[in-house]
């Protein structure tokens, strides 16, 4: 993953978003169980160090720069992505509700990615608008993210974390 495949911080994430949209279609238009708990994992994995990488970095980068309100938001719709991530990791493709899961996440995922690439509005829009150099965060999102790759590969990512909705583990 070299930094040239991402002209900035806003390239790097959605490009993360457009892998996890291709991982939520795999995951519909599979038929084997097994596959697709594969595929769930993958996104669980995803996600986790998606949103992460966010809370830890990007968004810390620009409270008071862009509309607090749309950080906070962002924040809340990541716990509610955080509550079924963790509950689909920790849960058995068997479940009866399994599947529902994971549509439930795309769907909330969906409208998450909405919220930040709206053009003009957005999170992302807002966050060109600044001074904060875009290419230079994007180096500190990659190392993170590099980081939280190689731990996810080594022995596994801990559950997600809310940071903004008091949730009790699962």
């Known amino acids: ?14 490009a ?13 238009k599979s038929s084997d169980r097994r596959r697709k708990r594969a595929i ?3 996104i669980c994995n995803e996600l986790k160090i998606h949103t992460m990488i966010e809370e830890e970095i990007f968004y810390p980068a620009f409270r008071g720069k862009i509309e607090d309100d749309d950080l ?3 924040y809340v719709e990541h716990d509610g992505a955080k509550v079924l991530i963790n509950d689909i ?7 009866e509700f399994y599947e529902a899961k994971v549509k439930v996440l795309c769907e909330e995922i969906e409208h998450h990615v909405k919220e930040e690439e709206r053009p003009s509005e957005g999170i992302f829009a807002q966050c060109r608008d600044t001074d ?3 290419v230079a965060l994007r180096d500190q999102l990659l190392a993170r993210k590099q980081e939280l790759m190689t731990q996810a590969q080594a022995g596994g ?3 997600a974390k ?9």
């Open 162 to 170: 809310p940071t903004a909705v008091d949730v009790e583990p699962v």
């Open 72 to 74: 906070d938001e962002a």
């Open 157 to 159: 990512l801990p559950p």
């Open 1 to 14: 993953m070299a930094e040239t495949e991402y002209t900035d911080a806003i390239a790097l994430l959605k």
């Open 16 to 28: 993360d978003h457009r892998k996890v949209e291709d991982l939520f279609e795999a995951f519909e």
């Open 89 to 95: 990791a920790g849960g058995d493709e068997e479940d």
């Open 40 to 42: 769930a994992d993958e």
């Open 132 to 134: 904060v150099d875009l």
